[in-house]
């Protein structure tokens, strides 16, 4: 820098060489603030943004994994539960606190796939609106996920295919590619995110609406799974959560087009119990009463979801399948077709035992599958979900939440602001 200088000059030029800096360094420390510049008309802003106090805030769409978020690797708790009666005793006990610490680190992935559900969710409530195709919103959902999730292969990723059925269909409906459905303002559609790390799946739900004469029909089923996630617990037997679910899900009724309809629970549909790399696991949680007298167990962990319709209460399947799994536990069963045997390798590599769809096939670049897909299917190698759907001109709404019973409280761990 010369003699002949301005001190206006000279300053300008610090205070440029100190903005340089300090955006260098916010590259490799995400807790200083970076200066935000305008974003471009029509462009998503890939910045890391920052609030005045250097907290780091999501971009729209969410382009930040959540790993920058909690630098430490300690994602957040989700919401503390205490069980019923023996509380206390399980708070205070140290044997039980000594096997809550021995299971921190599943705990952890559990909480860092439900922060990005709560992430992602949070984007796909604001911005999903009527006139979008069900691929756009999918596609929305899916790529905030691998992106927020850091996708590694079998370690961290997608825990199933986006569920947005529509209206009398209740669950297992995502769009194959061609699909033209678009969402119309009086549709009522259940989203359905799947989330994991290390094959700890966080599975939550909720039911998007836009004309709000569907507000109690979402409150009924929303209160139904609150209450199944508050009865839920150690040595509760799975027939009592049932039966206090559908007592609250059917005190409400919902009057559509000038007619009233009672809230009745769909019967055949169920919450589930998770395990590593394992949506459903042996056991179901009844959304009616009747059900077996099993007993949630200590390190367990659940999807408590109910669901609700205007219709009969029972699906069927019906409609184009969309949803697969290969089977847990098959033991060695001989393909005579070589597309077949190339296409099971592939799902071996890709997603394990987690449920996959077509679409997933089409982005890793598989073609032509149709049949060889059929032929795993019908050596029962790999299950088929096809829509579930009751009549038609029904409308069903969905909410679900992901617990683990943990040996000192109960975790909501899927548990946000929104639901």
């Known amino acids: ?74 994602y957040p708790e989700g919401e503390i539960c205490e069980y019923k009666n023996d509380n206390l005793n399980r708070i205070t006990n140290e044997e ?74 209740a669950a297992h409906y995502t769009p194959n590619a061609g699909d033209k459905t678009v969402l119309q303002y009086d549709d009522v559609c259940k989203i359905d995110i799947g989330t994991h790390v290390n094959g700890r799946i966080v599975d939550s739900a909720f039911t998007l609406t836009f004309n709000p004469v569907y507000d109690n029909l979402k409150e009924a089923v929303r209160d139904a799974t609150n ?49 590593p790399y394992q949506v459903h696991a042996g056991k179901s949680v009844p959304i009616v009463k009747g059900g077996d007298q099993t007993r ?20 069927h399947e019906d409609g184009e399948c969309s949803h697969y799994s290969k089977r847990h536990e098959v033991g060695h069963v001989p393909l005579r077709v070589a597309k077949a045997k190339s296409l099971l390798n592939t799902i071996t590599k890709n997603f394990g035992t987690l449920p996959f769809c077509r679409r997933y096939l089409d982005r890793i670049g598989e073609t032509k599958y149709a049949l060889a897909l059929k032929n795993l299917v019908d050596s029962g190698i790999v299950e088929s979900y096809p829509p579930l759907v009751d009549i038609k001109g029904s409308y069903t709404a969905q909410f679900e939440h992901t617990i683990i019973l943990r040996p000192t409280c109960k975790e909501v761990v899927s548990r946000g602001d929104d639901y």
């Open 1 to 74: 820098m010369s003699d002949i200088e301005s001190d206006q000059e000279k300053q300008n030029l610090a205070e440029e060489k100190s903005e340089e800096v300090k955006n260098e360094e916010s590259l490799f420390d995400p807790t200083l603030k970076k200066k935000k510049k305008k974003k471009k008309t029509g462009a998503a802003s890939n910045n890391v943004d920052s609030t005045s106090d250097g907290k780091l805030i999501q971009t729209e769409p969410p382009s930040i994994p959540v790993s920058k978020f909690y630098p430490d690797g300690v």
């Open 96 to 169: 039980k606190r000594y096997l809550d610490r021995m299971q921190y680190d599943d705990y952890n992935d559990a909480r860092r796939a439900a922060e990005v559900h709560r992430q992602v969710r949070k984007y796909a409530q604001k911005t999903i609106k009527p006139g979008m195709t069900m691929i756009d919103i999918c596609d929305l959902i899916e790529n905030g996920t691998r992106t927020l999730i850091e996708e590694k292969g079998l370690e961290a990723g997608i825990g199933f295919p986006t569920g947005c059925s529509l209206n009398y269909c």
């Open 227 to 275: 209450t199944g996630v508050r009865e839920s617990g150690i040595d509760v037997r799975l027939c009592d959560i049932g039966a206090a679910i559908q007592e609250v899900m059917e005190s409400y009724e919902v009057e559509i087009k000038g007619k009233t309809y009672q809230v009745k629970p769909i019967r055949n549909l169920n919450g589930h119990s998770i395990r």
């Open 296 to 315: 949630m167990e200590e390190g367990e962990y659940f999807a408590i979801e109910t669901f609700g319709s205007t219709g009969k209460g029972y699906v």
